[in-house]
């Protein structure tokens, strides 16, 4: 195998695969970031982030950093020092932002679902119910790790309901234009992403917005201590296309570029077309004998079960050797899944391809994986058949 040419794919929920077009805007000179050129590609960046995120005008912020840096951007900014946070969790982002915010002093209470399962709306409305004094709750739309899309709309309801007060801040990182996302009609207050996924960009950039209500509330209010995330300084530079540091320059240019071209496809048919890769995804993984880890699966990546004689560990090192690079388990699930995505820069043929790679790496590693039947799944799945 290791004599052969695979072509090098990245099938991992992130970093995805990046347009040419994008490519090609990475390799342009690098602009000054307070010359006039460069604060047009940013307010043009902003804008068309905003409307991937559903929310008016410029009001989405590009911070530095991976996206782990722009939800500590909107946990500092939104939630004064100290304050209690609920976090709610059922996999490894959501444990991290818990972790994030007792690291930052919040007094945090926990809500934890087992990996994969969905949040017990019941028990969510208790919790909130007997915790007093609560700033913030946060979740994870997408959970990447788990393969979960956890429904945010319906505990941001429970949350207005039952703990008006408090904030609800959204990690939506593999789910922004992905997943149907309304952070406005939801109710949320702060949604974080990052560049190195739904939005096909290289790893780098994290976008924060912030409700005005968000806003409001931490306006003034001793804030936990962070000088480079405070996004209160960077909201007023950012109005008029400057930053409070020097951004990634290069990376805005390739952002703008990748989100005109999700914005030309129209972001319903991004959020359909990523569903039905995922779902091919699935379909395939199925025909294989690998079940679907997550309840209710994430468009945005296909955890798939490995069956304990053959072992996840084993596939993705098959799959390495054929050119792809998947995602496994993290944690306790290191040996049980495999996270295959189509995240990125991905069509229809792609899927198929990524099917047969995924039959064929089975293959390598269990000589009684049944052939051909992973392609015709993936194809029935793409025709809405499955
Ligand atoms: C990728 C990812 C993040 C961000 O991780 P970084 O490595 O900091 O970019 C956060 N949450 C989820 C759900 C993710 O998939």
Redesign the pocket.
């Given at each position: 195998m290791s004599a052969a040419f695979f072509k090098p794919r990245l099938l991992a929920?992130?970093p995805v695969e990046v347009p040419p077009a994008v490519l090609e805007a990475l390799a342009r000179p690098v602009t000054h970031h307070r010359a006039p050129a460069f604060r047009e590609t940013f307010l043009r960046a902003r804008e068309r982030l905003a409307t991937v995120f559903s929310v008016p005008g410029d009001d989405v912020l590009i911070v530095t950093g991976?996206?782990?840096?722009g939800?500590e951007a909107a946990l500092v900014s939104a939630v004064p020092a100290g304050d209690r946070v609920l976090a709610l969790h059922a996999g490894r982002?959501g444990e991290?932002w818990a972790a994030m915010a007792e690291s930052l002093g919040y007094q945090v209470e926990h809500l934890e679902a087992a990996p994969g399962a969905e949040f017990d709306l019941s028990e969510v409305a208790e919790r909130l119910d007997a915790t007093s004094q609560l700033a913030a709750v946060t979740l994870?739309q997408?959970?990447?790790?788990t393969g979960a899309l956890h429904d945010v709309r319906a505990v941001a309801e429970l949350v207005r309901r039952v703990r008006p007060e408090a904030l609800v801040l959204v990690?939506a990182?593999?789910s922004l234009a992905c997943a149907e996302l309304r952070p406005l009609e939801w109710g949320l207050d702060a949604v974080v992403s990052?560049s190195?996924?739904g939005v096909m960009t290289p790893?780098g950039l994290?976008f924060v917005w912030l409700s005005e209500r968000a806003w409001q509330r931490s306006e003034g209010a001793g804030r936990a201590g962070s000088y480079y995330l405070d996004l209160h300084r960077e909201r007023a530079k950012q109005a008029g296309g400057q930053t409070a540091f020097t951004p990634a320059v290069s990376l805005v240019a390739g952002l703008d570029v990748a989100l005109g071209m999700l914005l030309d496809e129209g972001l319903e048919n991004v959020w359909r077309r990523r569903a039905g890769l995922n779902a091919a995804l699935l379909a395939a993984g199925g025909a294989l004998g690998l079940r679907q880890f997550a309840a209710r699966p994430s468009p945005a990546v296909a955890a798939l079960v490995v069956p304990e004689g053959i072992g996840a560990r084993a596939v993705l090192s098959a799959a390495r050797a054929r050119g792809a690079t998947l995602a496994g388990g993290q944690g306790e699930l290191a040996g049980t899944i495999i996270r295959p995505s189509l995240l990125g820069y991905a069509d229809r043929y792609d899927a198929v391809a990524a099917a047969q790679l995924l039959e064929d790496a089975l293959h390598d590693v269990d000589a009684d994986t049944p052939q051909g039947v992973a392609v015709p799944a993936a194809l029935r799945a793409l025709a809405g058949e499955a």
């Open positions: 929920p992130g991976s996206g782990t840096a939800f982002f991290r994870v997408s959970e990447t790790s990690d990182v593999t990052g190195q996924k790893p994290a």
